[in-house]
């Protein structure tokens, strides 16, 4: 099946900082959307991107779907944007069935 | 938010005990889904259902049956748990819109501990 890779795995910022965050994939995908797990748990969609660019006030997503990757834009960082971001591709056969990559967990500090 | 409740949110059960986790929605998506989320493999699909008695069967569905008999409830059942099935288990729904899965929206999830 299709392989979803995320980098990197851990990071750490300053509030105000900027920030990047890549999904690499190893197939052309039908569906790409970002999620951010708070630290309680709840999993909440931030972007349905499988090409092109979309912005959401301080976040915006990259798809380049002919070079198989995605970035996921954190700008002027807030201690509200710690968690673990997802990045999920559906490769194939229909119904949205998501492959989710391992993570970036984000930590914001004051 | 999308209206997605799962029950119970928190369950700890024995081995070889039968336990079924509810999914229930209050937004007529035709898609939903059942995920678990371990330490390092981030989610993964258990099983999903693309409309009223038909499902199908994901990434890791050994171990689980899922069964949908109106639009609104979708049941994960562990028909004789084991300590491997120890996670936390979300529910999703996509397909708002007739003919579109796009976007997916997450249930608060249950904790699953079986000992």
């Known amino acids: 099946g299709i392989q979803v890779e995320q980098s990197p795995p851990d990071l750490i910022l300053q509030e105000g900082a900027n920030s990047t965050l890549r999904c690499n994939f190893s197939?052309?995908?039908?569906?790409l959307q970002w999620f951010h797990q708070n630290p309680w748990g709840q999993l909440i969609n931030l972007f349905y991107?499988?090409?092109g660019t979309k912005q959401n006030g301080r976040l915006s997503a990259t798809t380049v779907a002919t070079e198989r990757y995605s970035l996921l834009y954190i700008s002027s960082s807030q201690t509200t944007d710690s968690g673990v971001y997802f990045c999920?591709?559906?490769?194939?056969?229909?119904?949205?069935?998501?492959?989710f990559g391992t993570g970036t967990q984000l930590k914001v500090e004051l | 938010d999308a209206g997605i409740t799962q029950s119970p949110r928190h369950k700890v059960t024995e081995t070889g005990t039968p336990v079924t986790l509810r999914c229930h929605q209050t937004?007529?998506?035709?898609?939903m889904y059942w995920y678990r989320q371990d330490p390092g493999h981030g989610l993964r699909l258990i099983h999903y259902?693309?409309?009223?008695?038909?499902?199908d069967k994901g990434e890791v569905s050994d171990g689980y049956s899922v069964s949908r008999s109106k639009t609104e409830d979708f049941l994960l059942t562990l028909e004789s748990a084991t300590s491997s099935q120890t996670s936390v288990y979300f529910c999703?729904?996509?397909?708002?819109?007739?003919?579109?899965?796009?976007?997916?929206?997450f249930g608060p999830g249950t904790r699953l501990t079986v000992l």
């Open positions: 999703a729904i996509s397909g708002g819109l007739a003919g579109v899965t796009d976007t997916q929206y």
């Open positions: 197939d052309s995908v039908n569906n």
């Open positions: 991107i499988p090409s």
């Open positions: 999920a591709v559906e490769g194939g056969g229909g119904g949205n069935k998501l492959t």
């Open positions: 937004e007529n998506h035709r898609y």
């Open positions: 259902s693309y409309g009223v008695k038909d499902t």
